[in-house]
């Protein structure tokens, strides 16, 4: 790399939030070890065994080391090793490695996630994990999911995107999911989503969509949208279709 894209790499916030990132889980580490210990390993064989021939592109959730990392990282980006007793949901929750480490850590939790594929729900199984089978829809309220949560999260999104369309939610979905997920959020709660990439584009949302989660009250980092004192009301309506009204 030559020395002027080397500066422009280091002067870059982005570099400086990673690299900050990075730093606080060295200072802050957690050790899987402890928090696999109590894990049926028989059981979790078992269930490679019986997902090793799938061609289903979610069978890669079977190489478990692999995500037990990334949701390590997910934890202490998050500060949740560092605090107990908290109230987390997960939204499209997959597996559930993320709401299992959480609960070695002394967290409640609930998952939501379609059933579609039986590797999930067996997995969400042997991790005890409660979860709420539900399809997260455009402009559909979710179910009834009790108390308020003090961090709602939402790793690697699918729910906003159409598969058969090949669309992805705009501000105005996203505005209707934002004001009925409120009703579930406790004072000074957090909200996380990484944004899988558009198909298409290869960007994680339109600049339309970007403006929207700022004045929402997120930091927005590449897919990561994070809000870190509840939600901002949306004000700023005025180039953004509104959602079909109900007759
Ligand atoms: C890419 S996976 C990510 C799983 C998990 N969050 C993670 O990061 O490991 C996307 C997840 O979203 C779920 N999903 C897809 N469409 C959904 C919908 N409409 N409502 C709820 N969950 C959905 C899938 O079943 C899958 O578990």
């Not at 999104?157 to 939610?169: C, L, P």
């Not at 209707?176 to 959020?185: H, K, S, V």
Request: aromatic share 14%; proline share 5%; with cysteine.
């Amino acid at each position: 790399m030559k020395l002027g894209q080397k500066i422009k790499k280091v002067l870059n916030p982005l570099s400086y939030r990673r690299g900050w990132r990075r730093t606080r889980r060295l200072l802050w580490p957690l050790p899987l070890g402890p928090l696999l210990a109590n894990l049926d390993q028989d059981r979790l064989r078992e269930i490679q065994a019986r997902y090793a021939t799938s061609t289903n592109h979610y069978v890669k959730y079977t190489e478990v080391d692999r995500f037990w990392r990334e949701n390590r990282k997910r934890i202490q980006d998050l500060g949740l090793h560092r605090c107990t007793g908290k109230r987390v949901l997960d939204l499209g929750c997959g597996g559930g490695f993320f709401l299992y480490l959480l609960t070695q850590l002394g967290h409640e939790v609930v998952g939501l996630d379609i059933d579609e594929f039986p590797l999930f729900g067996d997995l969400i199984n042997l991790f005890g994990v409660p979860c709420v089978v539900w399809a997260i829809e455009a402009f559909k309220a979710l179910p009834d999911l009790g108390a308020r949560f003090d961090y709602i999260t939402a790793f690697a999104t699918r729910f906003n995107r159409s598969a058969e369309r090949d669309w992805y939610w705009g501000p105005s979905e996203w505005n209707f999911f934002l004001n009925d997920l409120e009703q579930y959020l406790a004072p000074g709660s957090q909200v996380f989503f990484s944004l899988n990439r558009r198909r298409r584009e290869g960007d994680y949302y339109t600049p339309e969509l970007r403006e929207f989660f700022l004045s929402r009250g997120a930091t927005v980092e590449r897919d990561r949208v994070f809000f870190s004192n509840g939600l901002r009301p949306w004000t700023s309506h005025s180039t953004v279709a509104r959602p079909p009204s109900k007759k």
